[in-house]
C-alpha cells in the first residue's frame, strides 16, 4: 500500500463512488436512511464543494498569471502598460473562490466538531442552527427573504444549510 490514501477508518480510499453519489445534488435518501449516511452526505458534499471551488480558484489565478504575463511581454521597456481590463474581472473570479474555499472550510471545520460533540440524531439540526448563527454573527440578516449583501462566503453558507435541510430530513411527498 505505498500510495494509496487511506480514509479515516484505514479503509482503502480508491473507489470514490459511494461518495460520488452521497455528493450528488440531487441526491434522494430514503426516509429510513441513518443519521450517519445523511452526515456521509454532507461531507462529501462539502468536499465536492471544496473541489470544485478550489479548482476556479486555480483556473482563475492561471489566467491571472497568464494575462499578466502576456502584459508583461507586450509593454515596451520604458512604458508601463495599462492593466488588461479582464485582469479586474479575473482578480475578482479568484477573491470569490477564496471567498468560497473559506466558507466550505469553515463549514467543514464546524460540521466535524459537532459530529465529535453531539450525539445520534440531533448532530444535523445542531449543525444547522450552529451554521445559521455563523451568519448571523458575521453580520448578515436572514430574517428578510433576501439578504440585502450578498457575498461569496454568505452565498456558501446558505448553500451548505440547503443541503443540511436536503439530505438531513426525510423527503415528503
Do not use: C, K
Amino acid at each position: 500500500m505505498e500510495n494509496e490514501e487511506l480514509d479515516f477508518n484505514g479503509a482503502d480510499n480508491e473507489e470514490t463512488g459511494s461518495d460520488e453519489l452521497l455528493a450528488d445534488d440531487n441526491l434522494r435518501l430514503p426516509d429510513s436512511a441513518n443519521v450517519l449516511v445523511r452526515v456521509h452526505a454532507v461531507r462529501a458534499w462539502l468536499a465536492r464543494q471544496h473541489d470544485e471551488a478550489a479548482i476556479e480558484a486555480g483556473t482563475a489565478a492561471l489566467t491571472l498569471q497568464q494575462a499578466m504575463s502576456n502584459a508583461v511581454e507586450e509593454t515596451r521597456p520604458r512604458r508601463r502598460a495599462p492593466q488588461p481590463p479582464d485582469t479586474t474581472l479575473t482578480q475578482q473570479q479568484l477573491a470569490d473562490a477564496r471567498q468560497r474555499i473559506e466558507a466550505i472550510e469553515e463549514a467543514q471545520a464546524l460540521l466535524e466538531d459537532y459530529i465529535a460533540h453531539t450525539n445520534g440524531e440531533r448532530v444535523l439540526v445542531e449543525y444547522y442552527l450552529a451554521v445559521e448563527q455563523l451568519i448571523i454573527d458575521n453580520g448578515y440578516a436572514l430574517s428578510g427573504e433576501n439578504p440585502i449583501q450578498h457575498t461569496p462566503w454568505l452565498d456558501a453558507m446558505l448553500e451548505v444549510m440547503q443541503r443540511v435541510e436536503h439530505v438531513g430530513t426525510p423527503q415528503e411527498e
